[in-house]
């Protein structure tokens, strides 16, 4: 079946780096643009960021746009988001998707705070 596993996430004090991974599974990776959400507490679940199917187009939030990089290899299908510039309003569970295939998986905390 199709899941997503998330890692990476992690205590970080503000203005630190993190680099999430996404492990894929059940499903043609490298035909799916892929993305990176977040949902903060007492919020709704917000995109974070998308990469092509191949990798050559990414799209970024306004609030992440020049911190945050998002990059995949389809060979271990896996796609990855490296955070740089944290501040204490990133902190939330940080999920991966492909649009329209399977569930979410359990997500990655990422916690900024001093």
């Known amino acids: 079946q199709v899941q997503f596993v998330e890692s990476g996430g992690g205590l970080v004090q503000p203005g630190g780096s993190l680099r999430l991974s996404c492990a894929a599974s059940?499903?043609?990776?490298?035909?799916?643009?892929m993305r990176w959400y977040r949902q903060a507490p007492g919020k709704e679940r917000e995109l974070v960021a998308t990469?092509?199917?191949?990798?050559?187009?990414?799209n970024y939030a306004d609030s992440v746009a020049g911190r945050f990089t998002i990059s995949r290899d389809n060979a271990k299908n896996t796609v990855y988001l490296q955070m740089n510039g944290l501040k204490p309003e990133d902190t939330a569970v940080y999920y991966c998707?492909?649009?329209?295939?399977?569930?979410w998986g359990q997500g990655t905390q990422v916690t900024v705070s001093s």
């Open positions: 990469i092509a199917s191949a990798g050559g187009s990414t």
């Open positions: 059940g499903f043609i990776f490298r035909r799916y643009a």
């Open positions: 998707k492909a649009q329209a295939v399977g569930s």
